[in-house]
């Protein structure tokens, strides 16, 4: 009898522990799903809706009728190529300043990273007018050599790697940091040349973050709007700016949801493969603390390859953001920059510096959102008893960098209009739209962290009784706690330079920085585009001072340098 009671006991503890284990799985899962199917798919579903049905009838002949259209099949062909083409160009560049930052400890290494990450929250449209500036008629290449790109896919490509540097750099350096060195000194010890340790040790246990990188990178380059519409003229054009010429120009919505769709399942494809190959490729890291890692360079050659990566940072990032401050002092006694205290020139019912405050108040409200989103979402997938349903959620998250602004923003307006999700008039419409983008960030860094800590010391922790809120507190928290707050400083970055959706909900008398950009932009007149130029100089400087203090918290929180 008592041998019965001890060989059942353990079957009902077993079945306890699955029990609450798919209930918090189920929790975890929840607030993100509701989130997503809140905000992002009733939106698009209603804007795809109103497109494609006529007097309440599903016109789906009209994929087909699109498809047959030579101009849209040139515009899908460049699309996916330069998207291509810019990626494998940004981790070419890119990586080498992942290695120096993840690696290397020099002076002004804190304010450097901050300046790096400058580029990625700049409005697109920005991004766009600063390497016209450069590379177009009268720009800085013209006026020294003669020579013009803004007529040519190099200045996109270009453009593309200015605006993904940092998507590489702490994504795949966050995690490169953490690894432990002494695998690859192994490697060396046994005869491994420097490159073969890199290839054969390092490689296979950064190539997670690298694919989450790639991931970013891509849909960023293969949704590009700004810089396409700036930089390509009547030559190239992708989905995104066509969608939005559709819309806007022409109003042939049926065409634009016919686009949509399309550009929808092309990333949920995209994603799927994702999602196949990085889980195959993961496995358990041993991670250390970054200040183990970082140390000055040594030797001839780590020395070179500093001064090479600072020299791409000058000439590629650097040298756009002083063409944006030399144009925004182009007027005598700061012209362009009193201008913005006054709302005279009628383009805003407010004075244009009053978007600094609005971007700021929002970005901190769709921080919070996206990191409690995202961090329940990357807690949920890195649990080992996840379900297919999770395991497919993964995917879903990286849509809406993937699915049209255009579409979200009028999705919104058309959605969000009756209860019991009346917002279309609230001011949280616009941190929730910049929330959506914010949340992939926050999953695609956390994850690889989180999947590299070792499920045995969960486990442990579990059967001496804690649990599963003091599992994460005490096991995982310490260990990802870095990784967070790289994702909250993106999140933050995203938010303040979110563009495409924002400027549809943003009202007038409450403009964000990139809207207020743009509609500067959109006029004519010296006067305007100084203007634009002094706001764009003040949101980078706003962006950086706000990752200069992120880095410092970091340093103070983690030790890290």
């Not at 209009?417 to 926050?442: K, M, N």
Request: charged share 15%; with cysteine; proline share 5%.
């Amino acid at each position: 009898m008592d041998l019965a009671r001890t060989e059942v006991a353990p079957r009902k503890g077993a079945r306890k522990g699955r029990a609450g284990g798919a209930a918090v799985r189920l929790g975890l899962i929840a607030v993100p799903v509701a989130f997503f199917a809140a905000f992002f798919a009733y939106p698009v579903a209603a804007i795809v809706a109103r497109g494609l049905k006529v007097d309440g009838v599903w016109q789906f002949g009209r994929l087909w009728d699109v498809l047959g259209q030579s101009d849209i099949r040139h515009v899908l062909w460049f699309t996916t190529w330069q998207a291509l083409a810019s990626t494998a160009l940004t981790l070419l560049i890119a990586l080498p300043g992942a290695y120096v930052f993840a690696r290397f400890d020099f002076p002004g290494k804190q304010i450097l990273r901050a300046v790096v990450t400058v580029p990625f929250v700049l409005p697109t449209v920005v991004v766009g007018t600063a390497f016209l500036a450069l590379v177009g008629r009268g720009g800085l290449l013209d006026e020294l050599w003669g020579v013009r790109l803004d007529t040519t896919v190099w200045a996109i490509l270009l453009a593309h790697v200015f605006f993904n540097y940092a998507v590489v750099v702490r994504t795949v350096g966050g995690l490169w940091a953490q690894l432990d060195p002494r695998q690859a000194e192994a490697a060396r010890m046994l005869g491994a040349s420097p490159l073969k340790a890199w290839r054969q040790v390092t490689l296979p246990a950064l190539a997670p973050a690298v694919a989450a990188a790639a991931l970013m990178v891509f849909l960023f380059t293969f949704t590009s709007f700004g810089v396409v519409q700036i930089l390509g003229g009547p030559t190239f054009s992708t989905l995104e700016v066509e969608i939005y010429r559709q819309t806007s120009e022409i109003f042939d919505l049926s065409t634009a949801a016919v686009l949509t769709i399309i550009q929808f399942l092309a990333v949920a494809a995209i994603l799927a493969v994702h999602a196949w190959t990085v889980r195959r490729r993961e496995s358990t890291l041993r991670l250390v603390d970054a200040s183990v890692t970082a140390r000055r360079p040594r030797g001839a050659g780590q020395w070179a390859l500093l001064a090479g990566v600072l020299a791409v940072i000058v000439v590629l990032l650097l040298l756009p953001l002083a063409v944006l401050v030399q144009r925004s002092l182009d007027a005598p006694d700061f012209g362009h920059y009193r201008a913005l205290t006054s709302a005279d020139g009628g383009v805003f019912l407010v004075a244009p510096i009053e978007a600094i405050g609005n971007s700021l108040q929002y970005a901190v409200v769709a921080t919070v959102i996206a990191v409690l989103i995202g961090g329940l979402a990357a807690a949920a997938l890195t649990r080992r008893d996840a379900g297919r349903f999770v395991r497919g959620f993964d995917a879903l998250l990286m849509l809406p960098l993937g699915v049209s602004a255009v579409t979200v923003g009028f999705g919104f307006l058309i959605a969000l209009d009756e209860p019991p999700l009346d917002l279309r008039s609230s001011w949280i419409l616009v941190p929730l739209a910049q929330a959506l983008v914010g949340v992939p960030f926050v999953v695609r860094t956390m994850l690889p962290v989180l999947r590299a800590v070792d499920q045995r010391l969960r486990e442990a922790a579990a059967v001496l009784g804690a649990s599963p809120w003091r599992v994460w507190r005490e096991v995982d928290l310490p260990m990802v706690r870095r990784a967070l707050l790289i994702a909250a400083g993106f999140a933050f970055a995203v938010s303040l330079g979110e563009f495409g959706a924002t400027v549809f909900i943003a009202r007038p008398d409450n403009p964000t920085l990139p809207v207020a950009v743009a509609r500067l932009l959109g006029r004519a007149g010296e006067l305007n585009y100084g203007q634009a130029m002094a706001l764009s100089t003040v949101l980078m400087v706003v962006c950086a001072v706000a990752l200069l203090v992120l880095e410092r918290l970091r340093t103070d929180r983690t030790g890290e340098f």
